[in-house]
């Protein structure tokens, strides 16, 4: 089974930056498509980046801009860079493949965004 790991949340300040991290175990994590998903308080989880094994990315357009997503395929490691981070972005992050969510998620990284 696949273990996904997520870390590197934080509180910081508006117009601060994070950089979430999220260590994926198994040998099909180079042929796997990755997502950074957020899930606020109430709100549905939703995806926020993507990025094929290929490299390809795509963003939400509420963090377009913004966010910066990459891969290390020899660390197994997906990547989130987050800039000028609003309160809005306020969410417990999450990892998982894309288009379609592995049936089961990791932990999470919550990141808090203070006015």
């Known amino acids: 089974q696949v273990e996904l790991v997520e870390s590197g949340g934080g509180l910081v300040q508006a117009g601060g930056s994070l950089r979430l991290s999220c260590a994926v175990s198994g040998s099909i994590f180079s042929i796997m498509s990755m997502g950074w998903y957020r899930q606020a308080p109430g709100n549905q989880r939703e995806l926020v980046a993507a990025i094929t094994n290929g490299g390809r990315t795509n963003y939400a357009d509420s963090v377009k801009g913004r966010f910066t997503i990459s891969r290390d395929n020899a660390k197994n490691t997906v990547y989130l860079q987050m800039n000028s981070l609003k309160p809005e972005d306020t969410a417990v992050y999450y990892c998982?493949?894309?288009?379609?969510?592995?049936?089961?998620w990791g932990q999470g990284t919550r990141v808090t965004v203070s006015p």
């Open positions: 998982n493949s894309q288009p379609r969510p592995l049936p089961y």
